[in-house]
């Protein structure tokens, strides 16, 4: 299994997991967040993506959330890489207040 090899088999290992799970630690969060997401990922479930966005977004911090369908972690298909990146653009300037040119 992927995971086993990165962080531990999981249940033994679960105190890894919670230690490096970003939504154990929401309390630490300061800056904006933009969330990409494939629907099809088996690495981070698009729940995990869900629900963080919503403990962003509770804390009070800008945040948008997009999920890309068909893909996994890491996209493939170029439409949805040029979209990824356009939306990244979006995002800075929504956050630091310019308008990004076509």
């Not at 630490?28 to 099809?40: N, R, S, T, V």
């Amino acid at each position: 299994r992927y995971l086993d090899g990165l962080v531990g088999p999981y249940p033994e290992q679960k105190a890894v997991y919670e230690e490096r799970a970003p939504i154990c630690h929401t309390e630490k969060l300061a800056c904006p967040i933009l969330l990409l997401q494939g629907d099809e990922d088996k690495i981070v479930p698009p729940n995990q993506a869900e629900l963080m966005y919503d403990a962003v977004k509770a804390r009070g911090l800008p945040c948008s959330l997009k999920i890309y369908e068909g893909e996994q972690h890491g996209f493939r298909r170029s439409e949805n890489i040029e979209d990824a990146l356009n939306s990244e653009l979006a995002f800075y300037g929504r956050i630091f207040k310019f308008q990004p040119s076509a």
